[in-house]
């Protein structure tokens, strides 16, 4: 049973914003590392963007890098990553993940999951 929750995805056209959220529980929120992955149809699931339980820091993949912003509130046990300028190739299903170690752009870094929400970016 997943322990994260996505929101926030759907259809846009390329140029638009859309913010995608994760909620969980206290315990997740209070120790760890805050991920986001995508994986696009056939494709693999790709590493996005990842920032510390402290915000102290943030790391992004260079696809993303200058139009995606990841923050987290721990107050209120959510973790968002703001889209902008989007693109057709930014198409996929997002994934929030909670992990332990970092650098965490690996898929292993991670050890909790959401169920993914679709964002799909026409022409």
């Known amino acids: 049973q997943a322990q994260l929750e996505e929101s926030g995805g759907g259809l846009v056209q390329a140029g638009d914003s859309l913010r995608l959220s994760c909620t969980g529980s206290?315990?997740?929120?209070?120790?760890?590392?805050m991920g986001w992955f995508r994986q696009a149809q056939e494709k693999g699931r790709e590493f996005v963007a990842a920032i510390m339980w402290d915000t102290s820091s943030a790391r992004y993949a260079d696809s993303v890098q200058g139009r995606f912003t990841i923050s987290r509130d721990n107050a209120k046990n959510t973790v968002a990553l703001q889209m902008k300028n989007l693109k057709p190739e930014d198409t996929a299903v997002y994934f929030c993940a909670a992990g332990t170690r970092w650098p965490a752009e690996k898929e292993w870094e991670y050890n909790e999951w959401g169920q993914g929400t679709q964002v799909t970016v026409s022409s």
């Open positions: 206290e315990r997740t929120f209070s120790t760890h590392i």
